[in-house]
């Protein structure tokens, strides 16, 4: 297995720090998980399509840095063994192919994994389709840090045009404001989302060439990234509503 393709699938899910455990699924030839925050303002799904490596199974992965960090420990091609105690998955062993060193994370029992609900009252249509492309990716990613003070940046649809502004207010402060190319237009009121999850999801999936954000006036963000042999899905719902 190559390392560096695990490491992919786990940033897509954890997106930096924000979400530390996870139920993978694996069919022995796709990994998946179903993902949520702990504030619960991000839904996430990932998938890779050809995780050759990994037994079928259902594995609780409770401290996601905690792996990462044994990750870093082997080289870039490794065997990944598991363990079992009775039917439940105990271990895994991370085996450095070239030298043989060995980084032995323990599993966690699947109960203690918060388990994301199921989707609900999602809109029918959506109000606006914007395309994502790589200068917006990286221009909110540099942006988001510029203005590390500013908690959201708001989405403004008005006279067919959108533009996304990070520090927003109705009073004069520090802000950048990037027009977006728009498939789909309605005008709605002025919507804010947590400007850091989004910028942690456009850095795990910054890799991607364009992708469609649709957005909802009832406050909800709708994500999909296809990369290589990587399929992940995001829905990112709004922190308040600016008047």
Same mark, same amino acid.
Request: aromatic residues 10%; proline residues 4%.
């Given at each position: ?89 105990? $271990? *895994? @062993?991370? &085996?450095?192919?070239?030298? !043989?060193? =060995? ?5 966690? %029992? ?99 060439? $364009? *992708? @469609?954000? &649709?957005?909802?006036?009832? !406050?909800? =963000? ?5 990369? %290589? ?15």
């Amino acid at each position: 297995m190559n390392k560096n393709e695990l490491i992919r699938f786990i940033n897509k899910y954890s997106l930096g720090t924000e979400i530390k455990s996870a139920k993978w699924e694996s069919s022995g030839t796709n990994l998946s998980t179903r993902v949520i925050t702990g504030d619960k303002s991000v839904l996430g799904s990932v998938s890779w399509g050809k995780s050759k490596g990994i037994d079928p199974c259902n594995l609780g992965v409770y401290n996601t840095p905690q792996l990462l960090a044994l990750l870093a420990v082997v080289g870039d091609d490794i065997d990944f063994k598991l363990s079992k105690m009775g039917d439940t998955f105990v $271990s *895994v @062993d991370l &085996k450095d192919k070239k030298y !043989g060193t =060995i980084s032995k994370y323990m599993l966690s %029992d699947l109960s203690v994994i918060p388990t994301p609900p199921p989707l609900k009252n999602l809109p029918d249509e959506w109000d606006l389709t914007l395309k994502i492309d790589k200068y917006f990716i990286n221009t909110f990613i540099v942006g988001n840090g510029a203005l590390s003070e500013s908690d959201t940046f708001t989405v403004l649809a008005q006279n067919d045009n959108v533009d996304i502004v990070i520090g927003f207010s109705n009073v004069g402060t520090n802000r950048v404001t990037i027009p977006v190319k728009v498939d789909t237009f309605k005008e709605i009121p002025p919507v804010s989302f947590n400007a850091d999850m989004f910028s942690n999801i456009l850095q795990s999936n910054k890799e991607c060439e $364009s *992708v @469609d954000m &649709k957005i909802s006036s009832k !406050g909800l =963000i709708k994500l999909n990234f296809e990369i %290589d042999d990587f399929e992940s899905e995001y829905y990112l719902v709004a922190t308040q509503q600016v008047n």
